[in-house]
């Protein structure tokens, strides 16, 4: 079954360490997202990719690096420099050059990153 | 600046009747809307969608209705069922923008009592 793998589902990090989650997906999606949910904000988009590559920042970047060497693979990594990482992190990819409205994003099912 | 808003953090309703999640958004170039639907700890999964030259979309159970003048859409679930409970998320997207980037509402939590 096609869908997207985020891993691992829970991670805990000492403070003023990097961090990396992994996200993979095998539906052929061009654009990859990362977003991070927050009780009471919502979905906040981190970085999104629409090519290998190539990505772009969201509305929070900041403490957070990413990167696109391949179609089916967007790692997130947490940096030092963020400065409340504890949130649940979501990947999504889309069609991405092909918008479709029927199925919007397909989600995968996040990761809980607790600093402690 | 908050362009897809959701004023409804929680909303209760009793098994069997109708449940109403509602939304509004401020920017006039959105062209699509959808719904997610979130349990927790698990990712988002669509639910429906329904372009800007529609106003009504129905699956099922579930009808969203779009009023472009109010810039408004609601999401009707009838009969709600206590599987329904969970944060649903209003989306929209402007299709012409190249990036295909959703912006998300706050999302409103449902709670169904049987």
């Known amino acids: 079954d096609g869908g997207i793998t985020q891993s691992p589902k829970y991670l805990f990090r000492k403070e003023g360490q990097n961090v990396t989650l992994s996200c993979e997906q095998n539906l052929n999606h061009d654009a990859m997202y990362w977003y991070r949910q927050d009780p009471g904000q919502g979905l906040r988009l981190i970085y999104y990719?629409?090519?290998?590559?190539?990505?772009q920042k969201g509305d929070i970047a900041e403490g957070y690096s990413v990167s696109r060497e391949k179609k089916e693979s967007f790692p997130l990594t947490v940096t030092s420099a963020q400065k409340n990482p504890t949130a649940f992190y979501l990947c999504a990819s889309s069609m991405g050059l092909g918008f479709s409205p029927d199925y919007g994003y397909t989600f995968g099912s996040g990761t809980r990153l607790t600093v402690v | 600046d908050q362009q897809v808003k959701q004023n409804s953090p929680s909303l209760s309703v009793q098994e069997g009747r109708i449940s109403i999640l509602n939304c509004d958004y401020t920017?006039?170039?959105?062209?699509?809307f959808l719904w997610y639907k979130k349990y927790p700890a698990e990712g988002p999964t669509f639910l429906i969608s329904i372009s800007s030259i529609k106003d009504k979309n129905e699956d099922g159970r579930f009808t969203v209705f779009l009023n472009k003048s109010a810039k408004h859409l609601s999401l009707h679930i009838v009969p709600s069922q206590p599987g329904d409970s969970a944060v649903y998320f209003c989306a929209a997207i402007y299709s012409g923008a190249g990036s295909y980037q959703l912006t998300f509402g706050k999302g409103t939590k449902l709670s169904v009592i049987p």
């Open positions: 920017n006039s170039m959105f062209d699509y």
């Open positions: 990719s629409q090519i290998v590559n190539d990505f």
